[in-house]
């Protein structure tokens, strides 16, 4: 019989995540799921379809990331992160701009909707019962991103992380000491970017917490987050460099003995009131509650008719097929 390994305040389904099994230390892949699979339906055209027409090219390309990414990196765990809340109410409280320009519809009803194309809105149910009938762990928390999913996971695991999206924003999530490295999609996922700290360094001289301060500072029009005025990428690493992290810049402004510029000293002055909610914003989440799941990568699918009959009906043919020999492997 299996010993499981139970981490102290820890729910004892959650140690399998943790990384230990009998002891045994496991490697955890974590996949920003929409990331991914918003990459799969640009990079593989719309004239992949179903038998009755409707477009599948998202569906299918995911199914090859996640084939090629079993194949090339053999994770014991693997999760497929959710966003069950893409924009968070407790976020938009903070800073209002976040994500706005992404909203398509809002109603009294219910939340905000993403805008994404008219022939991808249709593909994500089918992603989820695909991954559902494999046996693939699917997990979002309510009012969440998978940002967050991912942070919380990546926290209590005590094995290696392997994190796979193409969000610059889990690059804060990197840590040498604790094997969290970052798979950065360059070209589908047969081109990964090894994100560790060396390359933080060499890229944006920060690790991965300073790069949560430096993205904070810098400000990301693709998130609605306006950053500092007047404190770029390369002004906000050496502002890092120089004072350590966020909290040594501000009491920076604060010393008249401070090595900070007139302008900088004003800029940061000015900008106090967003600099005090922006981290609870740009940093994830550490701490979302998570329901039970079983992380084990399967090495048959859970439901093997319901799997054959998605399979039919959306023509998934092929990659599918490639997807289940590689975890038979």
Known sequence: MTQLTFRPGVPGWLSVVCGMIGGVTRRLMLLDTASLYFRAYFGVP??????????????RGLLEFIGRLVQDHRPDDLVACWDNDWRPHWRVELIPSYKAHRVAVETEAGPDEEEAPDTLTPQVPVIAEVLEALGIARVGADGYEADDVIGTLTARATGPVDIVTGDRDLFQLVDDARGRRVLYPL?????LQTTDEGWLRERYGVDGPGYA???L???DPSDGLPGVPGIGEKTAAKLLDAFGDLAGIMAAVDDPASRLTPAQRRRLDEARGYVAVAPKVVRVATDAPLPPFDPALPSAPRDPAALAALGERWGLGGALQRLLTTLRG
């Open 213 to 215: 301060d430096l993205a």
């Open 217 to 219: 500072l810098r400000g």
């Open 46 to 59: 719309d004239t992949v379809r179903a038998p009755d027409g409707t477009p599948v090219n998202a569906v």
């Open 187 to 191: 070209k589908g996922v047969g081109t």
